[in-house]
């Protein structure tokens, strides 16, 4: 885990509008690069000497340079907010918390209206369970 912090519920709460817009953006920046991606691939693979495709190919790395900076930058900076970043294209997202005395991830994905879930740090969304309780 990369983070030492403990979000109680009502902190992560009030951070998922910010942590929601972000997945959202990263969701986006990924999309970009993975389309620049497969066009360089594309245009690569067409090249056989023409000088023209050569250069197209050069700048679409170049994009692809782009958009992986813009979202390694963006991933930083939820990373830096605590939460941890668990699946761009499914849009999870980890809060650390503890929970009798041990450290649990209370989990949200894009899309679910709110933070419901948290799950065992050695165990993933699958193993997910509902919070209950005001124990959180």
Known sequence: MSTNY???LAEALGLLPTVRQMVIELQARKQELDVAAAAVERLEGL???NGHL???AARVRREVQVHATKL???MAELASLGPLLKGIDEGLVD???EREGRVVLMCW???EETIGWWHE???GFASRRPLQGNDW
Request: hydrophobic residues 40%; charged residues 30%; without cysteine.
């Open 47 to 49: 090249t056989g000497g």
């Open 6 to 8: 403990r979000f109680t």
């Open 72 to 74: 390694e930058a963006l």
């Open 121 to 123: 740090e050695d165990s």
């Open 95 to 97: 809060f650390p918390a």
């Open 109 to 111: 994905r894009l899309g």
């Open 54 to 56: 050569a250069a197209d």
